[in-house]
């Protein structure tokens, strides 16, 4: 039996605490009173989803905090800030960071990390990432991130914001998204005018999103993707939220967050 007092007590207690935990249990312990938040991780890799600029962080970390030591496969849309989304800039602009992968890397330290951009960022190399090039507006080029992986656990959609192929990207990819997944669309409010016109579709994704959310039904017509491709994902879909408190500056719902049934 231990019996002491003052610092041989903190000794005693370290020492039932490390032979009364596993490892791993020790290890995570040891982790998550020295891990940086998501909010901190965006400022020091300059993703523009932190508090100066988007605000998503807060929210994310929320809902990502409890799977953060999970061997996830991640999938994120769209590697760095200014591209050809935004009119007269071509895709082989110079490419200088993949500033929401790093963070993602380093919040989950256990997940592979996939990214999908039409700019060429294979020359970014990290352990547990890879990267797939591809226009999202093409079918077979979203269909090359399932060659990647097959499932994943959370999809982030930051890329063209253009609604035909944030829509392309979703009816192809939430089939492969894991029970219980999240399949977070961003920036609902801002679509670039050449792709946005490059491709009309019935529906903005926001107010599509929005009809789902009102009815449990997607809009009648989702031209020019079926409506059908669309109400058959509906049965494996928990919940849809779309804050609109937060971000207050748009004043709109700039998020669609679409939990899959676990
Ligand atoms: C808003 S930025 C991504 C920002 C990054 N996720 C972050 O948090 O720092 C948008 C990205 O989408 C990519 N993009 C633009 N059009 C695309 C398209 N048609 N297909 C795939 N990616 C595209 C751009 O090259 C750019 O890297």
């Known amino acids: 039996m231990l019996c002491c ?45 932190g508090d100066s600029d988007h605000q998503y962080t807060r929210l994310y ?29 071509s895709s082989d602009r110079e490419l200088t960071s993949i500033a929401s992968i790093d963070m993602w890397l380093d919040y989950f ?21 890879r990267f797939i090039q591809g226009d999202q507006g093409k079918l077979e080029d979203i269909q090359g991130v399932l060659e990647a992986c097959d499932s994943y656990d959370i ?19 939430f089939p492969h998204l894991r029970a219980g997944g999240l399949y977070i669309i961003e920036d609902l409010q801002w679509q670039g005018k050449v792709y946005e016109k490059g491709c009309r579709t019935s529906h903005k994704t926001r107010d599509l999103f929005a009809k789902f959310i009102k009815t449990g039904e997607f809009p009648k ?16 879909i928990n ?6 408190d937060n971000f207050n500056h748009w004043g709109k ?10």
Request: hydrophobic content about 40%; overall charge negative; glycine content about 4%.
């Open 61 to 89: 970390d929320m809902l990502f905090a409890p799977r953060r030591d999970d061997e996830l496969n991640l999938l994120e849309f769209g590697l760095q800030n200014h591209g050809p989304e935004i009119p007269g800039i």
């Open 109 to 129: 330290p256990r997940a592979n990390v996939y990214g999908f951009d039409i700019c060429d960022f294979s020359d970014f190399k990290r352990d547990r990432f």
């Open 253 to 262: 719902a700039k998020l669609a967050i679409i939990h899959k049934l676990a």
């Open 5 to 49: 007092v003052g610092r041989e007590a903190d000794r005693a207690f370290k020492f039932t605490m490390t032979t009364n935990l596993s490892v791993s249990q020790e290890s995570t312990l040891y982790m998550s009173s020295h891990r940086s938040d998501l909010t901190s991780l965006a400022e020091r890799y300059g993703s523009d989803k």
């Open 155 to 173: 999809i982030i959609d930051d890329a063209s914001h253009a609604s035909y192929h944030q829509q392309l990207a979703f009816v192809t990819l």
């Open 239 to 244: 919940i849809v939220l779309m804050p609109n």
């Open 221 to 236: 017509k989702t031209h020019p993707i079926e409506r059908e491709r669309f109400q058959a994902l509906a049965k494996d």
